[in-house]
């Protein structure tokens, strides 16, 4: 009887727009003033914009590099550029934010808001176009994002403490893939849903309620290359995850775009491990725009994010654009995986 009920709720929610998923859930937000809503209205918007740039890549001139590097020092590609535009640009004028990090800027960004009032309560950070290396290739790319309630006094600028955030304190999290379909996958602490786009008529669809990600699975995600150079812990655990046992060897993927390895390993659990290795002795992941968000939403998917040691959305960050070796996805392939890392005690070999 319940299982038809389930069918039936499912039914009659999958014909629901992400327009009226918002307003209809809004009342779930811990502070339920409309802003997150409107918040996340408008960056389904700004998706929608760099989607429609991201399928006409090939068409015209924006594939290739800007000519400019990031603070990180890598090339920024024309459509990251596009996309941190994009994405800032609709954040800053509909005043619904007071401030912005994003992965393609030196610094955060004040946003006085309404009669400059710095009255606005939430601060956004953001991988705008993530997987960059991908865009040349017709490969598909994301953008990340995560939400904060400032932690300063209303009425006042923010500061780098609004940033600074351990990713336990986010209200929201989510990503766009630019793949095979254009999806929004996001939560607000209450589960995770996801939105596929219908390019006819630009309009997101609830495809996606209520998303769970296996507890165990059969594929990792690693950049194997990097072998030599990884900890011992991770040579073992992919050792492990090569054995021939009952369940395994395990399937490897890795597609080197994070939003679509973990929104794959989301489906059909798995797990995407990018470690510190001696080359980086942080790993190459960023904690505030790219690992806090996705551990938020393997946790409210039933899954895990570590970096080996300690919950991902427990580390203090001490500045933006942190660094912190990952580990996501199916919690018992997580858990496996931090087995090995803690036998080693290896975070810096
Ligand atoms: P980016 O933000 O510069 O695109 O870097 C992040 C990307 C991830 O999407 C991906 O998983 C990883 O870098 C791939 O790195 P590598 O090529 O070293 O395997
Ligand atoms: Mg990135």
Redesign the pocket.
């Known amino acids: 009887m319940r299982e038809i009920q389930d069918i039936f709720n499912l039914m009659a929610k999958i014909n629901q727009s992400l327009g009226e998923f918002i307003i209809e859930n809004q009342s779930e937000f811990k502070y339920s003033s409309g802003e997150l809503s409107r918040l996340i209205n408008s960056i389904r918007l700004a998706a929608k914009v760099v989607n429609h740039k991201v399928n006409k890549a090939g068409l015209v001139d924006i594939l290739g590099t800007a000519g400019n590097n990031n603070i ?1 020092g ?1 090339d920024q590609q024309k459509l ?1 550029v596009f996309a941190n535009e994009v994405f800032i640009n609709t954040l800053t004028n509909r005043e619904i934010v007071c401030g912005i990090a994003s ?1 393609e800027e030196d610094d955060f960004i004040t946003i006085k808001g309404r009669n400059q009032k710095n009255d606005n309560k939430y601060v956004v950070l953001m ?1 705008p ?6 865009i040349d290739v017709n490969v598909s ?2 953008t990340i994002f995560s939400i904060f309630r400032r932690i300063t006094p209303s009425g006042t600028p923010v500061t780098i403490d609004d940033f600074l955030q351990p990713g336990i304190n986010q209200v929201a999290a989510g990503y766009i893939v630019y793949g095979t379909s254009t999806m929004i996958v996001y939560t607000t602490g209450h589960g995770v849903n996801g939105f596929t786009l219908n390019p006819a008529i630009g309009t997101y669809y609830l495809s996606h309620p209520n998303m769970k990600i296996p507890q165990d699975g059969h594929i990792y ?1 690693v ?1 194997e ?2 072998y030599v150079h990884f900890p011992q812990g991770v040579k073992d655990y992919i050792k492990y995850c090569q054995k021939e046992e009952e369940d395994r060897p395990y399937t490897s993927r ?8 973990f929104h794959r390993n989301m489906i059909k659990g798995g797990i ?1 491990i ?1 470690p510190n290795t001696s080359k980086d002795p942080n790993g ?3 904690l505030l ?2 690992c806090n968000p996705m551990a938020m939403l393997a946790e409210q998917a039933g899954g895990k994010a570590s970096n080996g040691f300690e919950s991902i959305l427990k580390i203090q960050p001490t500045s933006l654009h942190q660094r912190v070796p990952f580990f996501c996805g199916s919690t018992k392939m997580v858990e496996k995986a931090e087995e090995f890392m803690q036998k080693h005690n290896n975070t810096r070999e």
């Open positions: 990180q890598e990251d992965e991988d176009l993530d997987g960059s290396s991908n790319v994301g995600s950049n290359g990097n890795y597609i080197g775009s994070l939003v679509s390895d995407y990018y190459k992941l960023r725009y790219e």
